[in-house]
C-alpha cells in the first residue's frame, strides 16, 4: 500500500499538510480541514490514522482492515486500482504524521514530501518515549518531516513552544508562520472565557488575531488551551490557502468536537464530563488539568478521573509523580485508574489532597460500578488515561443519552469493543 500510496501522489501531485507533534494532533488536523475544505477539494486522515499503515490508507482513501486479512487484500486490491485511475482525486491532503518507534518518521518522509508542515507540540517527555534512547531522540524523529518538506515548503509552527522554537530556529530555506497565545507570534489568541449555560460548561469563547485583523471564535463542545491552539493553527494554514480570518473562524464555529479531546459529554445527575480519553501523556494531563482548574465550578466539585500513562519508560514514576503535584491544586478530589496511576495519588497525597478525596482501582469497570452512585449533581469530571486503559468506557457508562455514544466518543467500533483494558 505504500507503493500505491507513492504512485497516486506522484501521479496526482496534491498539495501535503502533515500535522506532527505529540499533543494535539488530531484536533489540529481535524481544525485545518475544516478550515480549507470550503475553497478547495481537501480530504483529511481518518480519525488519528497517522502511522506507516494509516498513512497510505489515508492517501489511498481506504478503510482499516483492522485483523482482518481479506480487508488487507480487498484493501491491496482496491488500492492498486486507485493508484492506477486516480480520476478526479482531491487536492489538498491533510494528513497526520506520528511515531511510534526509531526510524518512523523517515521510512514514511522516503515517499511523503510535505508542502506544509504544522507542528503542534514537543513537550520534554513525549509519549512513544518509552521506544526511544531518550526524549531527544523522540523530538529528532518527528523533525524529520521538517526536513523532508519541498523546497518552496512553509513550517506552521507552536510560537509558545520552546523546543519547537529552538528546532526552527535551526532551519533555514522554508517560510515560517507561528501561531500561538500570545501576541509575539503571528496568528495568536486571547480573552479565553469559558461559555455556560445554566452553570453548565458549553463551550469556550476566545479572540484569534493577526496583524490588525480579529475575529471572535466560539469552540462548541470543547474547552481548554489545547483546543484553542488546534483552532489557531487552522486559522494560519487557510492564510496560506488564501481563507480569510474571518472566514476561517465562521468555519471553526461550526465544527463538531472530536471525540475524546477535552471533548464535553453530559452526565448522569446533570454532570458534565470532560471527555478526553483519546491518549494520554505529561504535557497533555497537565493541560487538561490546568483547563479544569481555571474553570469556575459556581461551587460544585471538581473531579479528575486519570487513568495510566504508558509507554514512558524510565520516566514513567517521575512523571506520574508530577501530576499528583498538579492535582492536589486543580480538583477536589482524584480517582486513579491503574497500576501506575498508584504514584499519581500517593503524590496527591503528599501535595496536601485529603486521603479522603482519593480513590484508587485497578480497572475502569470497578470505577463505574462505583461512580454511578457517588456522583453528585454538578460535579465537573476530568476523564483522561492512555489509550490502552479504555477510560472511554467510563464515560459511556456515565452519559446521560449513552446512544450518542457512537458518534461522540473514541473507539466505539465493534473491534474495540473486544479488546479489554491494559492491566
Known amino acids: 500500500m505504500t507503493w500505491e500510496a507513492k504512485l497516486l501522489l506522484w501521479r496526482t501531485k ?30 483529511k486522515s481518518e480519525k488519528s490514522y497517522n502511522s506507516e499503515v494509516g498513512v497510505p490508507l489515508s492517501v489511498l482513501g481506504l478503510p482499516n482492515g483492522w485483523s482482518d486479512p481479506l480487508s488487507w487484500l480487498k484493501n491491496i486490491s482496491d488500492g492498486l486500482v486507485i493508484a492506477l485511475f486516480p480520476g478526479d482525486y482531491p487536492k489538498v491532503l491533510v494528513l497526520e504524521v506520528g511515531v511510534d518507534r526509531p526510524g518512523d518518521m523517515v521510512n514514511l518522509t522516503n515517499w511523503l514530501k510535505p508542502d506544509v508542515v504544522v507542528l ?32 518552496d515548503g512553509t513550517v506552521v509552527y507552536n510560537a509558545d513552544d520552546p523546543l519547537i522554537v529552538e528546532k526552527i530556529s535551526e532551519i533555514d530555506n522554508v517560510k515560517k508562520v507561528s501561531f500561538g497565545l500570545n501576541s509575539g507570534a503571528d496568528f495568536w489568541a486571547e480573552e479565553l472565557e469559558i461559555a455556560f449555560t445554566q452553570y453548565r460548561p458549553v463551550g469556550t469563547k476566545a479572540r484569534i488575531l493577526h496583524h490588525e485583523e480579529q475575529a471572535d471564535v466560539e469552540m462548541v463542545g470543547v474547552v481548554g488551551s489545547g483546543p ?58 497537565e493541560q487538561a488539568l490546568c483547563a479544569v482548574r481555571d474553570m469556575r465550578s459556581y461551587g460544585y466539585r471538581k473531579l479528575a478521573i486519570l487513568g495510566d500513562m504508558l509507554e514512558l519508560g524510565r520516566y514513567s514514576t517521575a512523571e506520574h509523580e508530577k501530576v499528583g503535584e498538579l492535582v492536589a ?35 475502569v469497570d470497578e470505577v463505574a460500578k462505583v461512580l454511578l452512585n457517588e456522583l453528585e449533581e454538578g460535579d465537573l469530571i476530568l476523564i483522561k488515561g492512555s489509550q490502552g486503559m479504555r477510560l472511554e468506557r467510563l464515560v459511556k457508562a456515565l452519559m446521560e443519552d449513552p446512544e450518542q455514544a457512537g458518534e461522540w466518543l473514541v473507539r466505539q467500533e465493534d473491534v474495540w469493543g473486544k479488546k479489554n483494558p491494559i492491566a
Open 228 to 285: 484553542l491552539y488546534a483552532y489557531v493553527s487552522a486559522v494560519a494554514v487557510g492564510s496560506l490557502f488564501d481563507v480569510s480570518l474571518k472566514d476561517a473562524v465562521t468555519m471553526l464555529s461550526e465544527m463538531s468536537p472530536t471525540p475524546g479531546r477535552m471533548r464535553l459529554v453530559p452526565g448522569i445527575k446533570r454532570t458534565m464530563m470532560i471527555d478526553d480519553t483519546y491518549n494520554s501523556s505529561p504535557a497533555a494531563v
Open 120 to 151: 503542534t507540540r514537543l513537550p520534554v517527555v513525549p509519549v512513544h518515549v518509552e521506544f526511544f534512547p531518550n526524549p531527544e531522540a523522540v523530538v529528532e524523529e518527528k523533525m524529520q518531516l521538517v526536513k523532508a518538506i519541498k523546497p
Open 14 to 43: 496534491p498539495l501535503v499538510v502533515a500535522v506532527t507533534g505529540s499533543v494535539g494532533k488530531t484536533t489540529t488536523k481535524d481544525a485545518i480541514y475544516t478550515v480549507v475544505k470550503k475553497g478547495v477539494w481537501a480530504r
Open 329 to 363: 491544586t486543580c480538583v477536589d478530589a482524584l480517582v486513579a485508574v491503574g497500576v501506575r496511576a498508584r504514584s499519581i495519588a500517593m503524590s496527591a497525597e503528599r501535595a496536601g489532597m485529603p486521603p479522603e478525596r482519593i480513590s484508587i482501582f485497578e480497572n
